[in-house]
Each structure stands twice: as structure tokens, then as C-alpha cells.
């Protein structure tokens, strides 16, 4: 049921020396630069095109197409962002903490392909370990000649820069990242017109890459675009790190074949999730992210697919799954979310700055037995003015995406399970308190 | 340079409006690159907001202002603060998807606002009131609980921050930042947590603080002097200027209750583009306190009040047998405070009834009036504008705050190139205007290193790669236009009181000779100073720009006869003074003990003289000294023009009544002319006002009947003759109706400025009382010719060259008068470079004794790595009666040398 095909980002993260140049270079490592190097700028974007790589950091962009807006000057940048944060989210985590070289190989293959001088990881900085390994992964680099003046020879000259974030989710998003990045606070810039690739960091055009897509950079050049635009189908190539974790017996990540692969296989199939416990259904889940609206039970059988996730609704996003059975309260997982939203807000524009505060306090209350029934209605009214509509994709009334993440958990909640809802009212408080 | 001079009628040129957008419905013409908000405004469509401001850059974080905007994928919501036109675009303002997200955002603001609007300062003039209720739902569903906060906390001593109020629009923010270049207030937090916070140990001590609690479009930010003093609706108010400095800012002074209780800048597009110095804003202050309010007359240690009649038959008594005496036996000291008809009719009454030209507005600290007024003037929007502005002058920041606004805005943000050529430096060096320096006394030396056809040579105090640097830029500048230096502005002062001002002036010849197209901006500080000089209060000079020969037929067909003799200036004044030459001496508002600077000087004239008389507003050292007091009238009791360093004349007018029996300092000229026999041939501000129109030169076409018009609020630039009517870039005419509340005035500000009737130059209206002078007018005065500068003493190698600098709050009599303000002054130390100190064995912060020709004092030493190693730094009017400041060393005209000891 599960394909075959070989991990990709995640073929070496089983060995203990994974992180060492040491062990990296024993099976593969650095290859694909030097290959990169070989073939040139115009063929390494050729294969990359090729691929159909699509961003892995939740938008989904294609990364070939991304590549190609960067605006033409004398200094442009790429940043990888690494900034990792969202609860349930946690494979660019495993990717900077195991495989600390293939992150900086694939970035520097994609400076060689953008012909960028200067790049950046930015790194979550609760990565203690991450970060520890990704610095001295970078001195080895330069040590071994991947990373400095003139890479292996050729006339291509590359420095990387490793920047711990502060702890703020917000700099997960690309221009808060680059704000964060220049030593301000990080707030969003407004796009139009601070489209990295127009108006980037420090005013130059910039490419801001995720870990995972920058990782898959090596075995992309190793074997082709054509060898990972095998994998998978449609416009949903390759694989990809899922992050699986709530009421399943194997929570953990999966490196997948993208499409292959649905959602029942991943919650349930023995080598994957492994079911729920023992005498537990499946209530919802989560496909990509707690900024993703749910599914239940009967969109299951979806495909691990970009596109088809879009059409039922929703996102495949960062890539991180969350399965709720039937102990979970809804409305409780909707007000955890939100909180979570709330205090992350980066407070500079008023609907996702005052509005997570409003709708998490509302949320705490139903929760609490002081709700009323019309606090449904003016839950989804108060989601409506910051995401006007509250549909998919997202309107917004907010300069960043944070803003209409906010509704999604609590129209879900509202949508699939009002009479959960209105028991709370009714009950005064969580009828499955007692419960658990 | 998009600069349109204006000759007889027509209205000013506006750049083509090109792009064409329907707003709700309607085809609008918009600029290019015009804001959404601000075309929609300009149309009559009102955009909700808060981040908003039309003078700084938008962010478009309050979403208050989100509209529907036409774009490739149809409408969507954008914030119409952020968003340019774009031809063919389509806007709803108010369709219902805008108006609920407009009413969507303004609930969200109210949910944690504490709603206090009973108790808060703001309420009835605040910008969330107004439009919760044109803008928002109309009812509240919020039932939580509201977030707390400690409140109010002090973030300055004119500053208070209500946390609770906030709605985060970050104006006050940006403000400091983008605009002031003091970023000392920003976010702390996120989230709904987030707040506007000092940084630790750092209070938010700007000069331009008031100008956020301006702007703040909740009642987050109160100004200290304002709290709980007045409610809007209680507030009367009048448009003024501002005369606490030469800048000459556009204000509505409001009152309450017959007290002044606030100032507000108001947005004049050419002066301070709404923004005012926190010494301007609550300077007003000063006019409740330490007033001299009836006629007085010395009594033993005090005096003791008299009335008018009785006070005026002695005052005239004592000038007459001064007049009856000879030519020049009555000296007329000061005039900066006084409104331009106050200054004409005491330039009338000196020359034809006291027969005197000894007359000197200025305290021997600023510059000779015929360089002033004879060198080609520039506009401050011509200094923005600028190729290169040179500034030679005191640090602007300290003595004309908002020029020094303007000027930094262009260099940070505009790109404006600036030389500042200092002695020790200044604000303008430190937001990134390159630099030379020059050891005081050798100004006019730098300047010819700088303009001459032959290598420099050596310039004391000025590194060579920065004479080098420096020339090249001047030279690059001036090449750009038709006529060489045309396009350079000049800024002119007089940094350094222990310094001779004749350096400067003939720095200034040379910059002219050089440069023939430069313009000046002259950077004298007091309030009405160039109104004093343009209305002759200066020896040599009569009113409208003419010298005393010159213009001596004219004037003698249109007064009556003048001096034989050329004055003297306020220092030989006061020489002649204690020498006993002297009669009588009329202080116009002057207070030459705390404020000449040289202050022995000071006291032996006055204890020379016969007798000494004071028209005078407050009670201060000179007043007190005086055997005459007469009570004058101060800022915001009288009406009348005033005229700034531009030479832009505005209306200023009366709020609030005198104090006690007090005069406005013209009608006691005319009382005191009458009283000797005599008639000055005016009785009232009309005719006053009239008559300088018709004789003065550079006013003709300025009368307070064209000033008074809307379309002039912003003033007149004399000579409009000689330059026609400068019509600065017409920025954003948009004025942000939730800046200044309450200001009907403000929109008219936008009226194209038309040059009227009244304006047919030359003409001579008819019926105005006085005798019409004949004969042809007199030129105006012309720019100095240069000659070789002479050469500073050398400074020996034990002495330290001083350098004496104004600060914005000193002792001077206004500050000192405003409770706000008088606890802000800083204290007086004597600034050296870390090795003098080291050298002495003293720590920063130690007291040293400062010697010099004048004797010696003891300040506090500062170390500070920026002073050249041969400078002592000290700062003018910070000594007291126990504690003499600086000013005490200076004698003489300077340069001077003192020597550091330890005490």
C-alpha cells in the first residue's frame, strides 16, 4: 500500500553521525554541489524546473517559479528559513538537528543557481542542539571548501550566515523573518510592494526558501529533475516530511511519496500512524497545520495531495497532520489554537492583534460554562472581520497570512460540531470534562 | 526643483493631475503616485483612519482605512492609506464588504479601549470618538474582560503615557523616529500585550515631544502642562505664529476661560508642515507668569506702581530733555518681541522725535542687520530643495528646532546633501551631514579655503581631507546652475558668542562674492528679530530694507527729518552708555544683564546711564533695574505681523487680554509721542499697518488686510517685489482632519496662493492719514562687499579656544517663566576632550575653574570625545545669580582663550 520510494530528505537521519561532515560526505554528501557546479547555473535551474519542486514551507509555491521572479540587481540574497514553529510542526526541526550539511548543500546550490553571494539561515532559536550542529556543520563546510571563496575550485564564492530567531513565531513569516534579519522587530511588511524577490532583505531582491525544499536541492541535481518529478503526481512531485502527532499509537514523521499516499494511510496504516487506541474513532484532523481548516472522517481517503487538499478545503500547508479522536473536545483544541495565534500575534495591525485576544477569550468562556448561544454567531462574525468570508483560501484583512489563520480552527469547530458547541452552552461548560 | 514663482495674479501652478480613478461611483483625477485616501479626500470622500498621517510615510497597519480597490482578480479589501492610484482603477469606500470591515476594525480597537472617555483629555476632540460613531457598529458585543495596565505612567516631564487607551496606530512612534530622528519611544511586546515603551533608564526627552501627544489620535498621550486644564468644547481659539524663535511656525493658540491653555501646530505647508518644538508649545506658559502689569517706578530696592498718565508724563520727560540734549543721547535697546507694527512705530519714534539712530533690536549676538538684510534671502523650501545646503550657524536643533526639522527630514529621508561647517558638532553632522571643522575666529578662513581659486592652505581646526572634501561639494553644487551657486542656501548665524560676529559676516561677503547665486537663510534665534531689523531697529537701517542715506529723502518726505548720524550698535550703545554718554536708555523688551554677552558690560551701562526705561512684559534682571517700567503687552494679547527668518510675514493675533493695564509696545510709542508734542500719524493698527505697506519697501503689497486673508494664512515672503511670490512644493495639500482637531482654518490652508488687488504694486491707496513720501523708493540694501578676513590671535599651547553655544531651555526670561519648561534646562558644564581632563587629573563630571579675560568660573567638566583637543564647550544662559555661567569669561568681542585649572 505504502510506496517504495526512497527517502529523500530523510536518507540519512538513521545514523548517528548523520550530522557530521564525516558522515555526510560517506554517502552522498556534498555530490550534488559538486555536480551543481558541473553543470552550471542555467542546467541546475533546468533541473529544478524540471522537478516541479513545490516549497515546502506551507504556501507551496513552486520553488523553479519563485527562483525566476528574483529581481535583477547588483546584491540579492537568499535566506532559508528555518524559523520553524507551529505547534504539531516539526520536520525542518529533524532536518537542522540530523542533516545539518544537507541543509547548507542545498543552499548553496540554490545561491549557485540565483548567482547569490551572500545567504542566511534563519533558524528557530529553541534549536539548541539544531543550531549547535548546523554552526559547526558551516565551519566544516568552509573547512572542506563547500562554503567561502571560490567552492571546490570552481569561481563561485559563497558565505552563510546562521541567525538564531528570538522566539517569535511571526519570524516564521518571510518578511517578518527579513525585518527580524536587519535587527528590527518582526513585523510584517506589506506585500505590495515588499515581495522578497522585489524589495528583500535590506531593500535587495531576495529568495527565502524553506529547510525541507532547500534540502531536497542535493538528490535533486544528483539524479535529475526528471527522477523526482516521477515521484508523486500532478503538480504534487517528490515527497515530503509529514509530521503526524495527536491521538495516534506512532506519532512521529513520515518522508512520503507525495499523492501515493492518503490520509487513512498515514493515521492507520501499521507502518505509519498505526491507528487510534484501543476503542477510540477518529473525530477529526488536521492536514496541514493548525492555521488549516479540519477534515473529518470522511476525507480520509484524500490523497497526501497539494492540489486535492485544496479543492476539499483546505491545506497539505507545513505538512504537519493532527489527528483528534473522540475524546477530544473540539471547542478546547479550537481555544488551544487560538491562544496560540493570540499571543503570536506580532500586534502591529488591529483584526489579528485584537481579534485573537477577543475570539480566544469568548472560546475560554464557552469552555468555562459562561457561554450563551449567540456566541457561536459572533464568533464567526468577529472571524469574518478578519478573514472576510471565512472560506478557503483566505481573505484578509491583516497585512500577513497570521491574521486569517485565526478562523480556520474555530469555524471548523463551528461548522463540523455546533452541537458540541451548544452543549457547552447548555451544559454550562465541556460535557466531556468528566470524561477524560 | 518643482518651484513656481508667482509674479502679479494668477493662482499657483499644481502639477498636472494625470491618473484617472472612480471613487464610489464618481471619476476623480488624481497626482500620480497619490495616495487612494488622499485622492478620495481630495474628492470629498472621507477614508476612515488612525496610522494615517499626510507627513509621514504611510504603513497602513491600523486597517482603519481598508476600502474595496479594483485590481487584476477583481476587489478586494486594501488599506487605502498604502495603496497608489493606478489609472482605471475602481474604489468603494463604502460598499457593504468596506463598510464592515471599516466597522470590523474600529470594534476590534474598542475592545480593549477603556471607553474613559469622561475623564480623558481627548474626548470631544478625539479621532476614535468621532469615528466609532461615523464609522463603527453603533453598539459594543464585547463582555470580557478589558486588559489592565498601570496608568498613567511619566514617560518625559511633559509626557504622559495611558497604556489602556492606546491603539497601538504607532504615530507617536514614527514620529520620533522618522521624523524627529530620536527613536526613544517603540513597541515592547506583541500581540495584544504590545505597548509603547521608553527604553530603560531612558526617559523620552525630545524637543519635539509635543508633537506626538499632537498627533496621538486616542488620549494615550497627554501633555503634562494640558492635563484636565480644559475640555474641548470649552477651548476658544485663534490662528497665530508662534514667536518663540525665528522659524516662525503656524500655531492656533486655544484659550479657556480667558487663560492660555494650549498651543497646536498647524500645518503650514512652507514653515512647520504642523509640527512645533516643545519650547514653542508650552512657552506660552511663560505669558501667566512673573508679568509686569502696571506702570512702575522705582522705589528704593523695588518699584512701585504708578499710573499710565503719571508714568508716561515721566518717561516723556526724561526723553525729551535727553532729545532737547543733542542727536544721540537716547539709545533703544531690543525689539525681538515685538510685533513688526510695534518695531515700526519705535523705529519712527527713535529717529524723528528722540533723535536718536542709536537703536539695536539685537544683543550683540547676532549678525550685523546689513548683512542680514542685504544678502539674497532663501525660503526654507528652497533649503530642502536645495543642491547643497551649507550651514553656517549655531547647532539648528538647539536654536530653530523645526528648521532644523525640515532640514533634517531632507537629509535622512529626501536625500538632501548638507555641509555643516561647525567648530564642535552638531546635530545636523549626526544624522549623517558631512562636516568640516574651524577653530573659532577662523571662519572667514575656512570659507575662503572653501570658495578660493588657488589650493587651500592650512585652516586651523579643519582637517585637510575635510577642507578638501568639503570644497568639492561646494564646488560640485554650485556649478548645477545658471548663475554659479545657484541652487546652494546657505544657513547664517552666529554660533558662538565668544566669537566676533564680523567673522561670519565676512564669510558671508566671501560665500557671495564667490557664489553670486547662493541664497541665505539667516539663523538669528529670537522671535521677531527679523521683523525688528526689516522695520529698522538697527542703527543705519530704516524700515523696509534701506540704508539710513539711501533711503534719507525718502524717509524725510514721508516722516520728517532723521539723525545726521549712522548709530551705533548695542555693544558701542552700551560703551557710550557707561561712559556716561548716554541720557537715556529705553529697553524694548531687552534684557542685556542676563543677555548680552557680555554681561559686565551690561551692568556698567546701566549704572551709567541717566536713566534707564523699560517696555517691558516680564519682570527680569534689566526691568528690575529700571527706573521706568511701562507694562507691554507679550505673544497672543496683541495683533499685528511677524516676520521669520525667511522674511515671511504672517498675522499674529490676540487670544487672550493683557495682564493688569498693560499696552501693546506700539500704542505706548504713540502715547509717548503725543505726550512730548508730537504725532507718530497713526492711532490705530490699521493705519499702522497701512502706512508700512506704503513706505517701508520691502513691504509693499503686505498689510494686515492681505495677510488676514485665508489664502495667506501661511504668509507673505517680502520682498514680493524683488522675488515674486515664492510658492514652495505644494507637498501633500491634504491636511489630516484627525491631526488638529478643531482647526477650521486648516482646510482653507490648501487655497491656492493667489497674489491679489492689494498686491498692485506700487500703487499708493489713498486716505491714509500721514504725510505720502515722495521721490522715488530707495533700493534695498545690497550684499555686503567682502574684504581680506582678518586673521585670529594663535592659541597658545596652555589655552583652550572657547566656544560658547546656545541651548533650547537656558535661563532666558520666557523659559524661565514656564513652570513646564524651566526644570528641562540642563546643567552648565564646560565640554572637553577626554585628554584635557586626563591631563588635569579630573573625572568627568568633576568641577574645574575656567579662566579667562573676563575673570573665571567654576562648571562641572564633561568629557566628550567629539570636542577638538584646543576647544572648551560651554553653553550661554545656564549660570545663576550664585552660580555665574560662562558668559561671565566673555569680554570683548573674542575670539576668546581660557585655561582649565583644578579647584
Not at chain 1, 529581481?71 to 542533516?99: C, I, M, Q
Request: aromatic share 6%; charged share 20%; hydrophobic share 40%.
Amino acid at each position: 500500500m505504502i510506496t517504495d520510494a526512497a527517502p529523500i530528505v530523510t536518507a540519512r537521519v538513521g545514523h548517528d553521525d548523520s550530522h557530521t561532515l564525516e558522515g555526510y560526505l560517506a554517502t552522498g554528501g556534498y555530490e550534488g554541489l559538486r555536480r551543481a557546479l558541473e553543470l552550471g547555473r542555467d542546467q541546475v535551474r533546468a533541473e529544478v524546473d524540471a522537478a516541479s519542486l513545490l516549497g515546502r514551507g506551507g504556501a507551496g509555491f513552486p520553488a523553479g517559479r519563485k527562483w525566476s521572479m528574483l529581481g535583477r540587481a547588483d546584491v540579492t540574497y537568499l535566506v532559508v528559513n528555518g524559523d520553524e514553529s507551529e505547534p504539531a510542526t516539526f520536520k525542518d526541526h529533524l532536518l537542522v538537528e540530523r542533516d545539518p550539511h544537507q541543509v547548507i548543500e542545498g543552499a548553496t546550490i540554490a545561491a549557485y543557481a540565483l548567482g547569490v553571494a551572500q545567504a542566511f539561515v534563519f533558524c528557530r532559536g529553541e534549536f539548541a542542539l539544531g543550531l549547535e550542529r548546523l554552526t559547526a556543520a558551516v565551519n566544516e563546510a568552509y573547512a572542506h571548501g563547500a562554503l567561502g571563496r571560490s567552492i571546490f575550485g570552481s569561481d563561485f564564492s559563497l558565505d552563510l550566515v546562521i541567525h538564531p530567531g528570538a522566539g517569535a513565531y511571526i519570524c516564521g513569516e518571510e518578511t517578518a523573518l527579513l525585518e527580524s534579519l536587519e535587527g528590527k522587530r518582526g513585523f510584517p511588511r506589506i506585500k505590495p510592494p515588499y515581495f522578497p524577490a522585489a524589495i528583500g532583505l535590506y531593500g535587495a531582491p531576495t529568495v527565502v526558501n524553506n529547510v525541507e525544499t532547500v534540502s531536497n536541492l542535493p538528490w535533486i541535481v544528483r539524479h535529475g529533475g526528471a527522477a523526482f518529478a516521477a515521484l508523486g503526481t500532478g503538480s504534487s512531485t517528490g515527497t515530503r516530511l509529514f509530521a503526524l502527532s495527536g491521538h495516534v499509537r506512532r506519532p512521529g514523521w513520515y518522508e512520503l511519496e507525495m499523492s501515493k499516499v492518503t490520509f487513512r494511510d498515514l493515521i492507520f496504516d501499521p507502518s505509519l500512524g498505526g491507528g487510534l487506541a484501543e476503542g477510540r474513532s477518529l473525530k477529526a484532523f488536521i492536514p496541514g497545520g493548525v492555521s488549516a481548516p479540519w477534515f473529518g472522517p470522511e476525507q480520509l481517503d484524500l490523497g497526501l495531495d497539494q492540489e486535492a487538499v485544496g479543492k476539499a478545503g483546505s491545506m497539505l500547508g507545513s505538512g504537519s497532520v493532527v489527528v483528534m479522536d473522540d475524546s477530544t473536545c473540539v471547542l478546547r483544541a479550537a481555544w488551544r489554537i487560538t491562544r496560540f495565534f493570540h499571543r503570536e500575534s506580532c500586534g502591529q495591525c488591529t483584526p489579528c492583534r485584537e481579534g485573537g485576544g477577543w475570539l480566544e477569550k469568548i472560546l475560554r468562556r464557552l469552555e468555562e460554562g459562561g457561554g450563551r448561544e449567540e456566541d457561536l454567531d459572533l464568533l464567526m462574525d468577529a472571524c469574518d472581520n478578519i478573514a472576510p468570508g471565512v472560506s478557503w483560501p483566505p481573505q484578509q484583512t491583516t497585512i500577513c497570512v497570521l491574521g486569517p489563520s485565526i478562523p480556520s480552527s474555530i469555524a471548523s469547530a463551528v461548522r463540523m460540531f455546533r452541537d458540541e458547541l451548544l452543549l457547552h452552552v447548555k451544559e454550562g461548560g465541556c460535557p466531556l470534562r468528566g470524561a477524560r | 526643483m518643482s518651484e513656481t514663482a508667482v509674479g502679479g495674479a494668477g493662482a499657483s501652478a499644481e502639477e498636472a493631475p494625470t491618473v484617472s480613478v472612480t471613487i464610489d461611483g464618481v471619476a476623480v483625477s488624481a497626482r500620480p503616485g497619490e495616495l487612494v485616501i488622499e485622492a478620495a479626500e481630495r474628492a470629498g470622500v472621507f477614508v476612515p483612519r488612525f496610522c494615517y498621517h499626510p507627513r509621514m510615510d504611510p504603513v497602513g497597519v491600523c486597517r482603519m482605512c481598508l476600502v474595496e480597490i479594483s485590481g487584476p482578480r477583481g476587489f478586494s479589501l486594501q488599506p487605502s492609506c498604502y495603496v497608489r492610484v493606478a489609472d482605471g482603477q475602481e474604489v468603494r469606500t463604502s460598499s457593504e464588504k468596506a463598510r464592515k470591515a471599516q466597522e470590523g476594525v474600529l470594534e476590534f480597537l474598542l475592545v480593549n479601549h477603556p471607553l474613559d472617555c469622561p475623564v480623558c483629555d481627548k474626548g470631544g476632540e478625539c479621532p476614535l470618538q468621532d469615528q466609532a460613531l461615523t464609522h463603527g457598529p453603533g453598539d459594543t458585543r464585547f463582555v470580557e474582560e478589558k486588559r489592565h495596565w498601570a496608568k498613567p505612567i511619566e514617560i518625559s516631564p511633559l509626557v504622559y503615557l495611558d497604556r489602556e487607551r492606546c491603539i497601538q496606530c504607532s504615530r507617536c512612534t514614527r514620529f520620533a523616529d522618522e521624523v524627529a530622528g530620536e527613536a526613544l519611544i517603540d513597541f515592547a511586546f506583541r500581540g495584544d500585550a504590545i505597548e509603547v515603551a521608553t527604553f530603560p533608564s531612558r526617559p523620552f526627552s525630545s524637543y519635539f515631544s509635543g508633537n506626538t501627544v499632537q498627533i496621538c489620535p486616542v488620549g494615550a498621550l497627554t501633555a503634562a502642562p494640558y492635563r484636565f486644564a480644559s475640555r474641548p468644547w470649552d477651548l476658544e481659539q485663534v490662528e497665530t505664529t508662534c514667536t518663540s524663535c525665528a522659524v516662525g511656525c503656524r500655531i492656533v493658540a486655544q484659550s479657556s476661560a480667558g487663560k492660555l491653555v494650549r498651543y497646536l501646530g498647524v500645518d503650514a505647508d512652507p514653515v512647520n508642515q504642523s509640527w512645533l518644538c516643545d519650547r514653542g508649545r508650552y512657552g506660552f506658559e511663560a505669558n501667566g507668569e512673573g508679568r509686569v502689569s502696571s506702570p512702575s517706578r522705582r522705589k528704593g530696592e523695588g518699584h512701585e506702581a504708578i499710573r499710565w498718565p503719571e508714568a508716561l508724563r515721566q518717561v516723556a520727560g526724561a526723553l525729551q530733555a535727553a532729545a532737547a540734549a543733542g542727536e544721540g543721547r537716547v539709545g533703544v535697546l531690543g525689539g525681538a518681541r515685538l510685533t513688526n507694527e510695534d518695531a515700526y512705530a519705535w523705529a519712527k519714534l527713535a529717529r524723528t522725535v528722540l533723535r536718536t539712530d542709536h537703536v539695536d533690536a539685537q544683543l550683540d549676538d547676532g549678525l550685523p542687520a546689513a548683512t542680514v538684510l542685504g544678502l539674497p534671502r532663501a525660503t526654507i523650501d528652497e533649503a530642502v530643495h536645495a543642491r547643497l545646503v551649507v550651514t553656517l550657524a549655531g547647532d539648528l536643533r538647539e536654536e530653530l528646532p523645526v528648521l532644523y526639522l525640515r532640514l533634517r527630514r531632507a537629509l535622512a529621508h529626501d536625500g538632501l546633501a548638507v555641509l555643516e561647517c561647525s567648530s564642535v558638532p552638531q546635530a545636523l553632522s549626526a544624522e549623517g551631514a558631512t562636516r568640516v571643522g574651524y577653530l573659532p575666529g577662523e571662519v572667514a578662513r575656512l570659507v575662503g579655503a572653501l570658495t578660493g581659486d588657488a589650493e587651500p592652505g592650512e585652516v586651523p581646526g579643519a582637517d585637510r581631507s575635510g577642507v578638501v572634501t568639503a570644497r568639492r561639494m561646494l564646488a560640485a553644487a554650485a556649478a548645477g546652475g545658471a548663475t554659479r551657486g545657484e541652487g546652494v542656501v546657505v544657513v547664517l548665524g552666529r554660533p558662538n558668542l565668544a566669537e566676533p560676529a564680523v567673522g561670519y559676516a565676512e564669510a558671508a561677503a566671501l560665500l557671495h562674492a564667490a557664489l553670486p547665486g547662493a541664497r541665505f537663510l539667516p539663523a538669528l534665534r529670537r522671535g521677531n528679530v527679523h521683523g525688528a531689523l526689516e522695520m529698522g531697529l538697527a542703527p543705519g537701517v530704516l524700515p523696509g530694507r534701506v540704508g539710513l542715506e539711501e533711503g534719507r529723502a525718502w524717509y524725510e518726505s514721508a516722516w520728517g527729518n532723521l539723525p545726521g548720524a549712522t548709530g551705533r550698535g548695542a555693544r558701542e550703545l552700551l560703551e557710550a552708555a557707561a561712559a556716561g554718554e548716554l541720557d537715556v536708555l529705553v529697553l524694548l523688551g531687552a534684557d542685556p544683564l542676563a543677555d548680552l554677552p557680555d554681561p559686565d558690560l551690561a551692568r556698567r551701562a546701566l549704572e551709567g546711564v541717566g536713566s534707564v526705561v523699560a517696555v517691558a512684559s516680564h519682570w527680569d534682571a534689566s526691568s528690575s533695574a529700571a527706573q521706568l517700567v511701562l507694562p507691554a503687552a507679550a505673544a497672543d494679547e496683541r495683533s499685528g505681523s511677524t516676520t521669520n527668518l525667511e522674511g515671511r510675514v504672517t498675522r499674529v493675533a490676540q487670544k487672550v487680554v493683557p495682564p493688569g493695564t498693560a499696552w501693546p509696545a506700539w500704542t505706548i510709542a504713540v502715547a509717548l509721542a503725543a505726550e512730548m508734542g508730537d504725532d507718530l500719524g497713526f492711532d490705530n493698527l490699521e493705519t499702522l499697518s497701512a502706512e508700512i505697506e506704503r513706505v517701508a519697501p520691502s513691504q509693499r503689497g503686505i498689510d494686515l488686510d492681505v495677510l488676514g486673508r485665508p489664502a495667506h494664512r501661511d504668509g507673505l515672503v517680502a520682498p514680493i517685489a524683488a522675488v515674486g511670490v515664492r510658492v514652495g512644493r505644494r507637498g501633500p495639500r491634504l491636511i489630516d482632519p484627525i491631526a488638529t482637531p478643531g482647526i477650521a482654518s486648516v482646510e482653507e490652508q490648501g487655497a491656492p496662493l493667489v497674489v491679489g488687488d492689494a498686491v498692485a504694486l506700487g500703487g499708493q491707496p489713498a486716505g491714509i492719514a500721514g504725510a505720502g513720501p515722495t521721490g522715488s523708493r530707495p533700493p534695498l540694501l545690497g550684499p555686503p562687499a567682502s574684504s581680506v578676513p582678518a586673521t585670529a590671535p594663535r592659541l597658545d599651547a596652555y589655552s583652550l579656544r572657547l566656544v560658547v553655544g546656545r541651548t533650547l531651555y537656558d535661563r532666558g526670561t520666557l523659559v524661565a517663566a514656564s513652570p513646564s519648561l524651566a526644570p528641562l534646562r540642563p546643567e552648565a558644564t564646560v565640554r572637553v576632550h577626554p585628554s584635557v581632563l586626563e591631563r588635569l587629573g579630573v573625572r568627568d563630571g568633576e568641577p574645574v575653574r575656567v579662566t579667562g579675560p573676563g575673570g573665571a568660573v567654576e562648571l562641572a567638566a564633561s568629557a566628550d570625545e567629539a570636542v577638538a583637543r584646543d576647544l572648551a564647550v560651554a553653553t550661554a544662559r545656564l549660570g545663576t545669580g550664585e552660580r555665574p555661567g560662562i558668559e561671565s569669561l566673555v569680554a570683548g568681542e573674542g575670539p576668546i582663550d581660557v585655561r582649565l585649572e583644578t579647584i
